[in-house]
């Protein structure tokens, strides 16, 4: 009988300290703007200048348009900011879909990478605590959401904007890269980032590779003042 109110006092600071983490993420949430420091619209003019002046669809087309945006983006916010190592790619396998990326920006709120394969590939969106503007480099995306009878198509120089909370299957149709852009509360991705490779691949080396970027970008901006 005496461990009746020990239990009951444990579950009521529980609750309150549950409560507590809830108000102030709700609070933290409404600021997050505060921490941007990029913006979707300059992102696709940057992506649409980078076409126009590395026109095609060949591998050496693209690489002259991701080495064009990752100069621009460190001219602009600094390495502070910015990995520029771009020989830094590594396999991501999430929701079921595969493909290579190159971690241009990681922190609490903001994310940024170039994201695909020259293969194709399809898969489960995701639902996510953050916006995701997809910016199509090369190759086509497909996407397809419940109640839809027809696909959208995205094409280079397009922008795919998944808005924070909704899901969708895609498809990478034949090969596509893309610049991806997400802003919101980015740890609270990196679950559905590892999920695959700790219960499908089993691919430790990549999983090592994805933490270790990943974190070592954050810690690097939270250092800079970018949280």
């Known amino acids: 009988m005496a461990d009746h109110p020990r239990s009951y006092t444990f579950f009521i600071r529980a609750v309150l300290f549950l409560s507590g983490l809830y108000c102030l993420w709700a609070v933290l949430d409404t ?15 940057l992506v649409r200048e980078a076409l126009d002046l590395y026109p095609g669809q060949s591998s050496t087309s693209l690489q002259n348009v991701i080495d064009h945006i990752v100069l621009n983006l460190t001219e602009t916010h600094g390495t502070k900011h910015i990995n520029t190592n771009s020989k830094e790619w590594f396999f991501n396998n999430a929701g079921g879909a595969m493909g290579a990326m190159y971690v241009i920006h990681a922190s609490v709120t903001e994310y940024m990478i170039i994201f695909g394969t020259p293969l194709g590939t399809e898969g489960h969106s995701g639902r996510h605590t953050a916006d995701d503007y997809f910016h199509i480099l090369h190759g086509e995306q497909w996407a397809f959401e419940p109640g839809a009878l027809e696909k959208e198509v995205y094409t280079p120089g397009m922008v795919h904007h998944l808005r924070r909370g909704s899901i969708k299957q895609y498809k990478m149709h034949e090969g596509c890269f893309a610049l991806e852009y997400a802003r919101g509360w980015i740890p609270l991705m990196l679950p559905f980032g590892t999920a695959d490779l700790l219960t499908s691949t089993l691919d430790l080396p990549t999983l090592w590779a994805m933490v270790w970027i990943t974190a070592r970008e954050m810690g690097r901006n939270l250092l800079a003042g970018k949280f």
């Open 31 to 45: 600021q997050l703007h505060r921490f941007y420091i990029f913006q979707p619209a300059p992102l696709q003019a």
